[in-house]
């Protein structure tokens, strides 16, 4: 009866398209060192705007992608590379293929943002194909949502080989008895919860963290001076006054907790 | 809006539908203190909405259809009504579509505004409006199979992927002029940023006798996904992804919707940060819009600097949120960050630049002789057809309508009669520009203010229980006007219905006329003045009818004779 449902089942897969080798092989090179300016054409195929926006922010003077020879040009036919951005939808599968057979050979296709790379969001709706690739082969993934200024620039010298891809790679061997510490072991578990869970309603959870972690810092600090006499010199050296009425608040959650505990 | 008064603001208007159709009205029923839903019979639902709308001084807001056979046997129809009179409110006409036969009597012969809403209707829920001139499809692409409804509970799982039925993309284009024309579409891809349309426009020589516009090529089925793979918490983080450009306003209207549905009491804190982020992108939003009117006045070096300064809007948005754009902030109940004295500081600063530069940049503007010429006078929008079709935001301030959610239905942290609304009477390209640019400084100061007397207390609540089939509005007013989103919660942890109304929704269909009477020239200006979409197409194919020949002018040639207006090429 209740037979679990898969995706394949129920999905039409627009075919993709295939390229003669001999193309394969020119835009491999092309690929490598393209020692040269480059034109783009975009190709939105069901974006919310928000990749584009950041297209544009790439190409005006703060950011300035043409300082590398990258331009944005208004026709496919005066393209090198194809920027695909959004996830594709019905609707835009014809123009987005129509784009694609107007860029002369050999181009490169990019695809822009969560959107383009995979559908993103969207990737298993029903009026969207998914990423790019599910109706043009794609080179170049340039991921975000959306991706800012500066790794648009970073993934186009990716593109061109503008860069060599010198990545620094680690590897971390854990060793023997090696494990990740504990935050503030000494501090009872309940209150510490506590603490941080009122930071957060008060800060959010980036600033929360942090003030939360001075808090409990000071908490635990091993001084002679009483745990009154260091949260308050805690709180004197705060020269934020909103930092200073949340750790008001956090200190009542401390009382709260002690005189709970005693009674 | 928070307060608890046993005052119903817009009792009035229901005694007033009562009085009008004395046997129609079934029942009334409050989500909040300034919403009603009025269940009203079918055949009295037109006579209902005009009563409002013409009446009583009503806005046509949004309008969402509701399977709702699981839970009484019907489809339901709410049309919302923002009322722009004495009690300022939001009420709902509420009609039920019998499951056996689903139809119901168009509003749209009585209301045009109602157009899009009917046909959309009919696409997504196969709903038929009795009346409705317009047989065409709104939202779905032409590729997909008759009679397959995606919104019906039962038609078809969220993933369902029909085959397409066609590779021809075969909308039909609708062209009232008398005369002979020519036609030049524009579309769908377009050169600058925007989302992808298609336009039609029917010359005759230089002058544009009518227009016609296919929209939603980037429709995905975001409604259907709410109320199915996302939790009703997640879903602000996916209104956050209806628009690139204003999506933080959709998120705050969803989560709004959610807590008005709820009755939670976000904290104090928790909405002034709203209110400052949304002011953030209402910055962003109308400096990329002053920029593109330069650039299509032909005044690129005016784009280039309004662009270079609009970064420091982008880098604020960074700086509070984390992202420069899809801020993700907010929660059902509140905010996800605070805003602390060194982010509060960095921004002063930053406003304080930025109030200068843009000064400068709009002194420049205003004082460069060619933009009076281009602009004034240009893409006129009537008073009496922004009245039928209820436009929103600075379309609608351009024309002289003292109307903006901040100031009408406060929301958020904008207090009530604290919000300065600008209006401009000259309904015309010129006008709107000059709204954004008052909005701007406008703008800063409200987050100014905001920041300088932001109240203490916690940033989020979680004080709140999930009950099920709730359901209200929720309403923001995002850079091109009021969004406004409707959900109803399911029993499931999930949404059961999310109807989600962007601004340019109700902006597109006056578009046509704000068209007619002007020069080809002029088109990409007009749209632009919409701020939707930003220009035309990778080229331009025009027919001469009279002639029976095509020719293809290259994209940048219709661009160039928008900036420089020599040596058409039409001739």
Redesign the interface.
């Known amino acids: 009866m209740n037979a679990p449902i898969f995706r394949d089942d129920l999905t039409i897969k627009p075919q993709g398209l295939s390229m003669s080798n001999e193309v394969a092989a020119l835009k491999g090179r092309l690929l490598k060192s393209i020692g040269r300016s480059v034109y783009v054409y975009r190709v939105d195929c069901g974006g919310c705007n928000g990749c584009e926006i950041e297209i544009f922010a790439a190409i005006t003077p703060i950011f300035d992608a043409e300082r590398f020879g990258i331009k944005v040009v208004p026709s496919p036919r005066h393209a090198d590379i194809l920027l695909y951005t959004g996830a594709v939808t019905r609707a835009m599968r014809m123009p987005g293929l129509r784009a694609y057979e107007a860029a002369p050979e050999p181009k490169i296709v990019v695809s822009y943002g969560a959107c383009g790379n995979t559908g993103g969001i969207f990737h298993d709706l029903y009026c969207v194909w998914g990423g790019t690739d599910q109706i043009v082969p794609v080179d170049v993934y340039i991921p975000g949502c959306p991706p800012s200024p500066q790794a648009t620039i970073y993934g186009f010298a990716m593109a061109l080989g503008l860069l060599d891809q010198k990545l620094k790679e680690t590897h971390h061997v854990e060793g023997e008895g090696e494990s990740v510490p504990l935050i503030h072991p000494e501090i009872p578990y309940a209150l510490r919860v506590a603490v941080e869970r009122r930071a957060r309603e008060m800060a959010g959870y980036l600033h929360g963290k942090v003030i939360a972690e001075a808090f409990l810092a000071a908490l635990a600090a091993p001084e002679p001076a009483s745990v009154e006499a260091r949260l308050a010199a805690l709180t004197a050296q705060e020269s934020d006054p909103r930092v200073v009425e949340i750790y008001g608040q956090l200190r009542a959650v401390l009382r709260a907790m002690v005189v709970e505990q005693a009674s | 809006m928070n307060a608890h008064t046993p005052l119903r603001i817009g009792s009035s208007y229901v005694a007033a539908l009562r009085a009008k159709l004395p046997h129609a009205v079934l029942e009334e029923r409050w989500q909040t203190d300034r919403q009603a839903t009025i269940t009203v019979k079918l055949e009295a639902l037109p006579e209902a909405v005009r009563t409002l709308y013409y009446v009583h001084d009503g806005w046509f807001s949004t309008m969402a259809g509701n399977d709702e056979r699981g839970l009484n046997g019907t489809y339901g129809l709410y049309y919302v009504l923002s009322m722009g009179g004495a009690e300022k409110c939001h009420m709902v006409i509420h009609a039920q579509v019998p499951e056996d036969k689903p139809e119901f009597p168009a509003v749209t012969p009585l209301v045009p505004a109602a157009v899009w809403y009917e046909r959309e209707v009919r696409d997504m829920f196969g709903l038929e409006p009795v009346g409705l001139p317009d047989a065409r499809r709104l939202v779905?692409?032409?590729?997909?199979p008759d009679g397959l409804y995606?919104l019906r509970k039962d038609s078809?799982?969220?993933?369902?992927?029909?085959?397409?039925t066609t590779?021809a993309?075969n909308y039909p284009f609708i062209n009232d002029a008398k005369q002979e024309t020519t036609v030049v579409p524009l579309g769908?891809?377009?050169?600058?940023?925007?989302?992808?349309g298609h336009f039609r426009l029917f010359v005759d020589g230089e002058d544009i006798i009518d227009a016609d516009y296919r929209m939603?090529?980037?429709?995905?089925?975001?409604e259907?996904?709410a109320e199915t793979?996302m939790g009703y918490h997640d879903v602000t983080?996916?209104a956050d992804?209806?628009?690139?450009?204003c999506?933080y306003a959709h998120s705050v209207a969803y989560a709004n919707s959610v807590e008005n549905a709820l009755g939670i009491v976000v904290p104090e804190r928790g909405q002034a940060i709203r209110s400052i982020l949304l002011e953030t992108e209402r910055l962003h939003s109308h400096l990329?819009n002053l920029g593109l009117a330069c650039h299509f006045v032909g005044f690129d070096s005016g784009f280039?600097?309004f662009?270079?300064v609009r970064?420091k809007t982008?880098m604020l948005a960074e700086m509070l949120t984390?992202h420069?754009?899809?801020y993700s902030m907010n929660l059902i109940g509140g905010?996800?960050?605070?805003i602390?004295?060194?982010q509060k500081l960095t921004t002063l600063k930053t406003l304080g630049e930025l109030r200068c530069e843009v000064r400068r940049l709009v002194d420049i503007l205003l004082s460069t002789p060619n933009i009076g010429g281009r602009v004034t006078n240009v893409g006129r929008l009537d008073p009496k057809v922004a009245r039928d079709h209820s436009p929103v935001g600075p379309v609608l301030r351009g024309s002289g309508f003292r109307r903006d959610t901040r100031a009408d239905h406060p929301f958020a942290g904008y207090l009530s009669g604290a919000t300065p609304i600008n209006v401009q009477t000259g309904c015309d390209v010129l006008s709107r520009t000059l709204v954004r640019v008052s909005e701007v400084f406008d703008s800063m100061a409200i987050i100014e203010n905001l920041l300088n007397d932001?109240p203490?207390?916690?940033?989020?609540?979680?004080d709140f229980t999930y009950t099920p089939y709730k359901f209200a509005l929720g309403f923001t007013e995002a850079p091109r006007g009021e969004d406004i989103h409707w959900s109803m919660l399911g029993d499931n942890q999930k949404l059961y219905r999310w109807r989600c109304r962007a601004s340019t929704y109700n902006n597109w269909p006056v578009l046509r006329h704000m068209l007619r009477g002007n020069t080809v020239s002029d088109a990409p200006l007009i749209v632009a003045s919409i701020d939707p979409c930003y220009s035309c197409t990778?080229?331009v194919t025009v027919v001469d009818v009279k002639k029976s020949t095509t020719k293809t002018v290259?994209?940048?040639e219709m661009?160039r004779y928008c900036r420089e207006r020599t040596s058409s090429p039409l001739k």
């Open positions: 779905l692409p032409d590729d997909w995606p078809m799982d969220y993933r369902f992927r029909p085959a397409p590779d993309e769908p891809l377009h050169v600058t940023s925007d989302e992808p939603f090529y980037v429709h995905r089925g975001m259907k996904l793979r983080f996916l992804r209806v628009c690139g450009i999506g990329l280039m600097q662009f270079r970064e982008m984390g420069r754009k899809t905010v996800r960050r605070d602390l004295a060194e932001t203490a207390g916690p940033i989020l609540t979680e990778d080229r290259a994209y940048k661009e």
